[in-house]
């Protein structure tokens, strides 16, 4: 469990397409800020590597149309737990992302 606090969802398919990308362009950042400071965040590989292939697995078959909402938390949910959330500055992305997929789209009543 992430977080007891009520987390907002996307609004739309495109909005949930777009924190994806947000969070696999933060996803690179990170591996290259581990990169370049290999001895203070090499424990970090592991979380992104799983946060690379889970967002690009969600984004890809979003584009090919076998995507499901509400499979279970993503895989790399629990994994997080295990850093400390200043390892993961984009923490509160991933939440959102987790959150939209165990409980769809936030739609707007009419």
Not at 58 to 67: A, F, N, P, Q, R
Request: proline content about 3%; hydrophobic content about 40%; charged content about 30%.
């Amino acid at each position: 469990m992430l977080s007891n606090n009520r987390i907002a969802r996307a609004h739309s398919t495109e909005e949930y397409v777009d924190m994806i990308n947000q969070a696999i362009d933060e996803t690179f950042d990170l591996r290259q800020a581990i990169e370049f400071d290999e001895e203070f965040m090499s424990d970090a590989r592991i979380l992104v590597d799983e946060l690379e292939k889970s967002l690009k697995a969600v984004y890809e078959s979003m584009k090919d149309g076998s995507y499901q909402f509400a499979t279970g938390d993503l895989p790399y949910v629990a994994l997080m737990e295990n850093y400390h959330p200043e390892m993961v500055p984009f923490r509160y992305l991933l939440k959102r992302i987790n959150e939209t997929h165990m409980k769809g789209l936030e739609l707007k009543e009419s």
